[in-house]
């Protein structure tokens, strides 16, 4: 069985895929510093991310954020003492807002090039696959893992460190999106996941039927189902309508539907001793709780990142990057963006 060997020596990591501006410095496993500068406010207003807008803020934001990261990971150094003790510089270049990773990634290569340090493309779901093995770097492979976002809804077995296959994924919305929209629906704002979680407190999940999308059999993910039945409930019940009966109904229904999904796969297959849960819903207690449950009941150990590292930010992009820097992997300088890109498959 192949064991994480990671770096050892500090490296800088950068994320901007979307809208989070995030700069964190790794060493070996261990998390430094990782800083999170967040644009939510901002895209709250209309509703949503807009890109324009979101990769301007990272012109913005990105030095400053930089500058606090190292500041936090090397206390007493000056800015250009803390920059030489980095030993390679790891970015999001895929997949993501092309302008949004624009910027991240002509930063990274500006760094590398000055300092004379390797730099390294990195794939922003690998991120969030990575964003355990701060808290846990014994995993055992294989594992499964259940990679859920605002864009990404999959079953992930992971072979050994950086190969992956996808098992399962969504034919439609992702959890997140699911979220977010449910959350719009119901007049909560942007962005939905931790409103509607709110919202949800105390409510009766079933007070109202909701479909949990996936038809019999099925393998993969679907939520386009429940956001037409939320628009339905919403309208149907105009003012009469309780928004935490609504809100807890959609959380109990996401979450219903991923943790059946993950236990019919695990029922199906043997040999995994650990399952990860990342990705920005993975902040979600509900879902954190049934997913304990699954995995309890059939013997495996549930490894779940800490809330600060289940949100987009650049510890994950390091904790990817300490691996395959260690395995003397890099980029050349020609490393470009993509907007779309499959998970590395070994
Ligand atoms: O991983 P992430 O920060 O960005 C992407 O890569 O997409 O995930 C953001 C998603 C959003 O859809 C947001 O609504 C959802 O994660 N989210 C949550 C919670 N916190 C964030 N969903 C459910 N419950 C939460 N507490
Ligand atoms: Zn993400």
């Known amino acids: 069985m192949e064991a994480l060997n990671f770096h050892t020596e500090p490296i800088l990591a950068i994320e901007t895929s979307c809208d989070e501006t995030s700069a964190a410095v790794v060493h070996g496993s261990r998390v430094l510093s990782n800083v999170v500068a967040s644009q939510t406010e901002m895209h709250a207003k209309w509703g949503g991310v807009v890109p324009e807008a979101a990769s301007r803020a990272h012109v913005e934001a990105l030095l400053p954020v930089l500058r606090e990261s190292l500041g936090q990971a090397f206390p007493g150094l000056s800015l250009l003492e803390s920059m030489r003790r980095l030993s390679g510089i790891a970015v999001t270049n895929r997949p993501g807002l092309v302008g949004a990773l624009s910027v991240g990634v002509t930063a990274a290569k500006a760094l590398a090039l000055a300092l004379e340090i390797p730099l390294l493309g990195i794939h922003h779901l690998e991120g969030h696959l990575s964003s355990v093995y701060a808290e846990c770097p014994d995993i055992r492979f294989p594992y499964l893992s259940l990679v859920v976002s605002g864009g990404h809804t999959e079953l992930v077995e992971v072979l050994a460190p950086g190969r992956y296959r996808i098992l399962a994924e969504t034919r439609d919305d992702a959890a997140g999106e699911a979220f977010d929209k449910g959350a719009r629906l119901l007049g909560l704002g942007y962005p939905g996941g931790r409103r509607i979680e709110e919202a949800a407190a105390g409510g009766n999940p079933r007070r109202y039927a909701l479909p949990r999308g996936t038809p019999k059999g099925a393998d993969d993910f679907s939520f386009s189902g429940l956001k037409t039945a939320m628009l339905r409930l919403v309208e149907g019940e105009g003012d009469a309508l309780s928004l935490s009966d609504a809100a807890a109904g959609l959380q109990e229904a996401i979450v219903d539907s991923l943790a059946r999904r993950a236990a019919s796969h695990l029922d199906a297959s043997s040999g995994y001793q650990d399952f990860t849960l ?50 003397g992997e890099s980029s050349g300088f020609d490393l470009d963006v993509e907007p779309s890109a499959d998970l590395p498959q070994g």
């Not at 509900?286 to 779940?304: I, K, N, S, W």
């Open 278 to 327: 990342v990705g920005g819903v993975a902040a979600n207690k509900a879902l954190r709780e049934r997913l304990t449950q699954v995995c309890h009941q059939r013997g495996l150990r549930f490894v779940v990142p800490p809330y600060a590292l289940c949100t987009d930010n650049a510890a994950m992009i390091g904790l990817a990057a300490s691996p395959r820097f260690a395995r």
